[in-house]
């Protein structure tokens, strides 16, 4: 069964901390973004051993297993987003439709031991992606077709908010 899709701009977690899960990605340093990434990306493997893994808490949210697919697929988004602004001048980013990818590859059937590897893999090679940016292109910039507008400095900032935040939706017991 399809969740209702997320349309809300993020973005504001540059400016303030997050309301629910409390993190400030405005404090956030690039020189940080590596090791936030490795932290966070520890932490999936036993949240995918769960025996509840598959189960919705509700019709509005994902399954831990849903959200670790999309924590992946993150990882792999922002790794080519990292990729093409290292490479090219102010890159348009193509669009990504969470909401469709998570139905069309069925996360929900996903084998977690599987996710859990790539999540692995996606969060290492992303964190050692950010830990490579040569100082001389921390301020290089990509867009979305939105005309949100990120330097590497903030692209770091504002992907690190997403599983931190997603870690917390599927730790947090939610009332």
Partial sequence: MPITPDTKNWTWVLER???????????????????????????????????????????????????????????????????????????????WDQDATALAERYNEQDPAFVSAELVSAGHQLADAFEAVPRDAVERTGRRSDGAVFTITTLGQYLVHDPIHHLWDVTVSKA
């Fill in 17 to 95: 901390p997050c309301p629910e899960c409390g993190f400030d990605s405005s404090d956030v340093r690039l020189a940080d973004v590596p090791r936030i990434l490795r932290e966070n990306t520890a932490a999936w493997p036993e949240v995918l051993l769960r025996p509840d893994v598959r189960e919705r808490p509700n019709d509005s949210t994902w399954s831990p297993l849903e959200y670790a697919a999309h924590v992946r697929d993150v990882f792999r988004t922002f790794d080519a987003r990292l990729a093409a602004m290292l490479s090219d001048t102010n890159p348009e980013f193509e669009n």
